[in-house]
Each structure stands twice: as C-alpha cells, then as structure tokens.
C-alpha cells in the first residue's frame, strides 16, 4: 500500500518537473508582447524586447536586433551605402 502512494508521489513530481520544462520552452517575448516595448529588427524583421534585444550604436542611432549576426549585416551594409557613395 504504501508503495503505493510512492509511485504516485513519484508520478506527480515527474509530471510537475515536465510542466515546469515545456513552460520555460515558451518564448518569453510571446507572453509579454503588449507589457514591454517592443524593436523590429531592421534585417530580418523580427520584433524583440529591450531585454533580449542586441543594442547596436550606429551614426549615433540605437538599433535593435535579435543577434549579433543582424547587427553584423546591418553594418556591413551600412558600410557597403557609404562607401558606394
Ligand atoms: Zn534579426
């Protein structure tokens, strides 16, 4: 009997540890949208939060990307405008 009761102990543990798993699986940017202020990345589009966002300095103008790639692109295009002109 008691052992029982172990394994539905045992049940509602594991079942609470996969609960917990697939809710930090949820994009933190999805549930907040409407609370935080949201940036559009420029390069691909995406919208993100200050919080996740990678903050580049460029001419002066704060822009905000999802990585480090977007960031990378935005300035090698940047760079492309300026020296063509
Ligand atoms: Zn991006």
Known sequence: MLRILFYILLGYALYLVIRGFFRKRVPPAARRTGEVETFR???????????DAVVGNLDGKRVHFCSMECLEKYRSNLNDTTTRQ
């Open 41 to 51: 990345d420029p390069v691909c589009g995406v919208y993100v939060t200050a919080e």
